[in-house]
């Protein structure tokens, strides 16, 4: 799963932050896959002594699937690889703004969406 992250690192730009709002990236070990969710609420998880947070996210697939994750900040800000049922997951929001550095070149706007003909 570490190297999954470090070449989507290399591809995406992504935010420090989750906020409501945002779009961010799933990643998911086994099953193998892909995704992209909205972030439609946050919400502090009072049960527990640590800090957790409700996670409410709309998938973007079809049909569109509304889920509720709880995480810590380090797991909804990318910080940290998580399991859920035994599975690795990662989850960050992606920067649709954010220039970076891709492999020596100058700085360059990075689309993560690609018209394909």
Do not use: C
Request: hydrophobic share 40%.
């Amino acid at each position: 799963m570490r190297k999954i992250v470090e070449e989507l690192k290399q591809l995406i730009a992504f935010k420090t932050t989750t906020d409501r709002g945002d779009i961010v990236l799933i990643a998911a070990k086994e099953p193998k896959m892909l995704f992209y969710a909205y972030v439609t609420n946050i919400e502090r998880d009072d049960s527990r002594k640590d800090e957790w947070w409700h996670l409410h996210l709309t998938l973007l697939s079809v049909p569109l699937q509304k889920i509720t994750w709880t995480l810590r900040t380090e797991q909804m800000t990318g910080q940290e690889i998580f399991t859920m049922g035994g599975e690795e997951r990662f989850l960050q929001a992606v920067d649709f703004g954010k220039k970076i550095e891709n492999q020596g070149d100058t700085s360059k706007k990075i689309s993560v969406l690609r018209r394909v003909k």
